[in-house]
């Protein structure tokens, strides 16, 4: 039997190695060319010490001075002896580089690109490679722009299906932007765009409460593919409620989508704000005039946000002043990015 390890570095990137049951992850690793951080091999020195986001483990033998009861109870495990039960995703304390990782590249060709407003884009690309870029709802991939030497772009994943040969972003259309400026004038149907990944710490963790999702404009992208991965899953055992805030009421996409998860999963819930005065929407304003103290269930919440970096900025302020302590705060910050 073998499980699926999501090592994620501090450096964002993220591999995936295959983890037999009987083997530990220093050793699975090793195995396939990632050099994990670590010394005595035998439980003793702590110097391979990770955090266990997801997933079941058998913590394996160890000495109390590298690994305490404390440690061990906040998911805290030691590489070189923790055997997966289960898929997981791990924190690796180093950067990707050091542990002799790749970055892993690929190249897809484009199958559609569709104007979903006057501000967003979605591209989805399609070739074999991409059964292999394996990544978490939520994370993203660095986007080549054909044409434009090594300029790339980041962008989240904004659909979840693993296995599958196909990837879909929505992408900003940014006035003078380089990947914008080639979808709206150059790209065709075929042509091939080269991508790397998968990258960042903003991924759906573990549901064990409720979940607050807050959207700024293709900021939606991310959740949508974590909402795909909870309907994969059967389901939430917890409320889902996502806000999702935008300048103009011609800004406003996906929300065909947003209503099918609403009837996938029954715990689903949503709201559509727009800033525009004149909008006709019934709620207008900014997210957080749309939080309501049910969302944050006493601070027994997992907050998620996504935007603007204005908008994150003004969003997590806001928390701080209504002394909001969630049990975990997760938030990803995109700058879009001129020529
Ligand atoms: Fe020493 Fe794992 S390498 S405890």
Same mark, same amino acid.
């Given at each position: 039997?073998?499980?699926?390890?999501? @090592?994620?570095?501090?450096?964002?990137?993220?591999?995936?190695?295959?983890?037999?049951?009987?083997?530990? =992850? =220093?050793?699975?690793?090793?195995?396939?060319?990632?050099?994990?951080?670590?010394?005595?091999?035998?439980?003793?020195?702590?110097?391979?010490?990770?955090?266990?986001?997801?997933?079941?483990?058998?913590?394996?033998?160890?000495?109390?001075?590298?690994?305490?009861?404390?440690?061990?109870?906040?998911?805290?495990?030691?590489?070189?002896?923790?055997?997966?039960?289960?898929?997981?995703?791990?924190?690796?304390?180093?950067?990707?580089?050091?542990?002799?990782?790749?970055?892993?590249?690929?190249?897809?060709?484009?199958?559609?690109?569709?104007?979903?407003?006057?501000?967003?884009?979605?591209? =989805?690309? %399609?070739?074999?490679?991409?059964?292999? @870029?394996?990544?978490?709802?939520?994370?993203?991939?660095?986007?080549?722009?054909?044409?434009?030497?090594? +300029?790339?772009?980041?962008?989240?994943?904004?659909?979840?299906?693993?296995?599958?040969?196909?990837?879909?972003? !929505?992408?900003?259309?940014?006035?003078?932007?380089?990947?914008?400026?080639?979808?709206?004038?150059?790209? %065709?149907?075929?042509?091939?765009?080269?991508?790397?990944?998968?990258?960042?710490?903003?991924?759906?963790?573990?549901? %064990?409460?409720?979940?607050?999702?807050?959207?700024?404009?293709?900021?939606?992208?991310?959740?949508?593919?974590? !909402?795909?991965?909870?309907?994969?899953?059967?389901?939430?055992? +917890?409320?889902?409620?996502?806000?999702?805030?935008?300048?103009?009421?011609?800004?406003?996409?996906?929300?065909?989508?947003?209503?099918?998860?609403?009837?996938? $999963?029954?715990? #689903?819930?949503?709201?559509?704000?727009?800033?525009?005065?004149?909008?006709?929407?019934?709620?207008?304003?900014?997210?957080?005039? +749309?939080?309501?103290?049910? +969302?944050?269930?006493?601070?027994?919440?997992? $907050?998620?946000?996504?935007?603007?970096?204005?908008?994150?900025?003004?969003?997590?302020?806001?928390?701080?002043?209504?002394? =909001?302590?969630?049990?975990? #705060?997760?938030?990803?910050?995109?700058?879009?990015?001129?020529?």
């Amino acid at each position: 039997m073998s499980y699926t390890i999501a @090592l994620d570095f501090e450096d964002g990137a993220t591999r995936f190695i295959k983890c037999k049951d009987t083997e530990s =992850v =220093v050793d699975a690793a090793y195995r396939q060319g990632i050099n994990i951080p670590m010394d005595c091999r035998e439980g003793a020195c702590a110097a391979c010490k990770c955090r266990v986001e997801s997933g079941s483990y058998a913590l394996g033998d160890y000495i109390d001075d590298a690994l305490s009861a404390d440690e061990a109870a906040q998911g805290y495990a030691l590489a070189c002896q923790m055997r997966p039960t289960s898929d997981c995703v791990v924190r690796i304390p180093a950067d990707s580089s050091v542990c002799n990782t790749r970055q892993e590249s690929y190249t897809a060709n484009i199958r559609e690109v569709r104007r979903l407003s006057d501000s967003t884009f979605s591209l =989805v690309l %399609q070739g074999e490679a991409l059964r292999q @870029l394996l990544f978490l709802p939520g994370q993203y991939a660095n986007l080549q722009v054909p044409g434009d030497g090594a +300029h790339h772009r980041a962008y989240s994943f904004s659909s979840m299906a693993p296995g599958g040969d196909t990837a879909s972003f !929505l992408i900003r259309n940014v006035p003078g932007g380089r990947m914008s400026g080639f979808l709206a004038d150059r790209a %065709q149907a075929g042509d091939p765009i080269a991508l790397s990944g998968p990258f960042g710490s903003f991924y759906l963790r573990p549901i %064990q409460r409720p979940v607050l999702m807050l959207a700024g404009g293709t900021g939606l992208a991310p959740f949508l593919a974590m !909402l795909d991965k909870v309907v994969a899953a059967g389901g939430s055992p +917890h409320p889902i409620h996502l806000i999702y805030g935008v300048n103009s009421d011609g800004d406003v996409v996906e929300t065909e989508r947003l209503e099918a998860f609403a009837r996938l $999963i029954p715990n #689903f819930s949503f709201a559509v704000c727009v800033v525009d005065e004149d909008s006709r929407h019934a709620r207008k304003g900014y997210v957080m005039q +749309h939080i309501e103290p049910a +969302h944050l269930n006493d601070g027994e919440v997992d $907050i998620y946000l996504c935007g603007p970096p204005p908008m994150v900025e003004a969003v997590a302020r806001h928390l701080r002043e209504i002394d =909001v302590k969630s049990a975990s #705060f997760h938030y990803e910050k995109f700058a879009a990015s001129a020529a």
